[in-house]
């Protein structure tokens, strides 16, 4: 049974750092895409970064370039979002998600049937 389990949010104040992490069971096989997507309330959920199983390579929402950093340990199964300079704005529920295939932008939550339980991301001003 494919699962998927977020782990690391909480309450931060603006400028601060939160490392996210997702556990995914060993059910993958190789050639998946996994992402980070969020929700804020009244707001539809969105793509934030996504990364390719094999070779690892990333996209990311504009919003998050150049302060949210996505990577993975094949070896532990695990999905990281580091999240730095963050800002009130990235206040939301997070989520990882997984789909078999190739990765492309941008990451439609539609085209990913698998997702963890969230974790929120509350960061204060």
């Known amino acids: 049974q494919v699962r998927l389990v977020e782990s690391g949010g909480g309450s931060v104040q603006a400028g601060g750092s939160l490392r996210l992490s997702c556990e995914r069971s060993?059910?993958?096989?190789?050639?998946?895409?996994m992402g980070w997507f969020r929700q804020a309330p009244g707001e539809e959920r969105e793509g934030v970064a996504i990364?390719?199983?094999?070779?690892?390579?990333?996209s990311y929402a504009d919003s998050v370039k150049g302060r949210f950093t996505i990577s993975q340990d094949n070896a532990k199964n695990t999905l990281y979002l580091q999240m730095d300079s963050l800002k009130p704005d990235d206040t939301a529920m997070y989520f990882c998600?997984?789909?078999?295939?190739?990765?492309?932008?941008?990451?439609?939550?539609?085209?990913?049937?698998?997702w963890g339980q969230g974790t929120q991301v509350t960061v204060s001003s």
């Open positions: 998600a997984a789909r078999y295939g190739g990765c492309s932008w941008p990451a439609l939550p539609i085209r990913f049937p698998y």
């Open positions: 060993k059910d993958f096989y190789a050639g998946f895409c």
């Open positions: 990364i390719y199983s094999s070779g690892g390579s990333t």
